[in-house]
Structures are given as C-alpha cells and as structure tokens.
C-alpha cells in the first residue's frame, strides 16, 4: 500500500515536499516514480527514482526544479518541488514498480506496479 501525502495550495514560486511512504512489502526493491494528473488531461510522468537511489530521471517540465530522492530505512519517497508554477497544478501520484537491482527507472506508467490514491497540489498564480 502506497500513502501520499503532502499537497496542498501554495503560491507561484512556493514549494512543497511530497512524501509517499508504502506499508508491506520490501521497499527497497521497487524503483519508485511520481506522476501527475491536471484536470481534463492524462496522467504524466513526473520524475523517478532507482531502488538504489542512484539513478533518477525527470521530466522536462520539472527539471532543475524538482527532486526525488528516498529512504529506505523509511520506506519512503519524497518529491521537493521548488519554484512551482501554476502549471504544476495537478493531483500528484506515487507509483511502485517491482524491477531487478540494476534495472534503470521507468517513465512509463504502464511499468508500475502499484499506485498510492494521491495529493492535491494547487499552485496560485
């Protein structure tokens, strides 16, 4: 089970930390991903991260911006988001994906396994 938690409205240039934490199973053997989804639109990807935590990747849209990064002592992922626009505005997703240790991260949804219920971010203009 993956929760997230963490959104909220905040103003354009504001930031927020997303954190995902899943309960049962081995953490560290999914890489983990966050997505996102505006009204009216399709679920996108966001950026994710390796079960090592040393591979990542980021969407254009949110690169320099954003940073995934996990604990897996915690079993948690986290999402900061810096400098948030108001295009960033969008339900926010985690996503868990079962993969081998070497296995690079996914940007496909269709890779992941399992998906928390997602939060809220509203960025105001």
């Known amino acids: 089970q993956l929760q997230a938690s963490g959104g909220g409205l905040v103003q354009a240039g504001g930031s927020l930390r997303l954190s995902c934490v899943v309960s049962?199973?081995?953490?560290?053997?999914?890489?983990m991903g966050w997505f996102r989804q505006a009204p009216g639109t399709e679920r996108e990807f966001v950026a994710t991260i390796s079960r090592s935590g040393g591979s990542t990747r980021y969407a254009d849209s949110v690169m320099g911006r954003f940073t995934i990064s996990r604990d897996n002592d915690k079993k948690t992922t986290y999402l900061q988001m810096n400098t948030l626009k108001p295009e960033d505005t969008a339900v926010y997703y985690c996503?868990?994906?079962?993969?081998?240790?070497?296995?690079?991260?996914?940007?496909?949804?269709?890779?992941?396994?399992?998906w928390g219920q997602g939060t809220l971010v509203t960025v105001s203009s």
């Open positions: 049962g199973g081995m953490f560290s053997r999914y890489a």
């Open positions: 996503a868990a994906d079962h993969v081998i240790l070497t296995a690079k991260p996914s940007e496909l949804a269709s890779d992941y396994d399992y």
